[in-house]
């Protein structure tokens, strides 16, 4: 499944794909930093609900997006993640600067 993004009450939603690594990180970015500089938007929210597989590719998206949203006062969210992933945010640190919704 593609990975699909969408702009709901000034909150860019992200849906990602099955598997997160170096093919689709890349896109993800440039489509989620287009739609941060190109819209009204104020916070980013991750979901993972179809989301398998994430290598440290898919941290350099969610830290990527930080950086840039937080630059405009914004905040990260992550929702649906399962143990796995939520592992891979703790491991990684981000679980500093991302807030996961139950």
Same mark, same amino acid.
């Given at each position: ?10 909150? #860019?939603? %992200?849906?990602?794909p /099955? ?6 990180? &890349? /896109? ?15 916070h @980013?929210? +991750? $979901?993972?609900? $179809? &989301?398998? +597989? ?21 905040? @990260?969210?992550?929702?649906?993640? $399962? ?5 891979? #945010? ?6 500093? +600067?991302?807030? %996961?919704? /139950?």
């Amino acid at each position: 499944m593609e990975e699909k993004l969408k702009i709901i009450d000034h909150y #860019l939603m %992200i849906r990602l794909p /099955e598997e997160v690594d170096h093919h689709s990180s &890349t /896109e993800i970015s440039r489509r989620a930093d287009s739609m941060i500089l190109d819209n009204d938007v104020e916070h @980013v929210v +991750f $979901d993972f609900s $179809d &989301t398998k +597989f994430m290598d440290s590719s898919g941290i350099g998206v969610l830290a990527g997006r930080y950086r840039k949203i937080s630059c405009f006062g914004g905040k @990260v969210y992550v929702i649906h993640a $399962d143990s796995r992933i939520q592992r891979i #945010l703790k491991m990684s640190g981000l679980m500093n +600067f991302v807030e %996961i919704m /139950e």
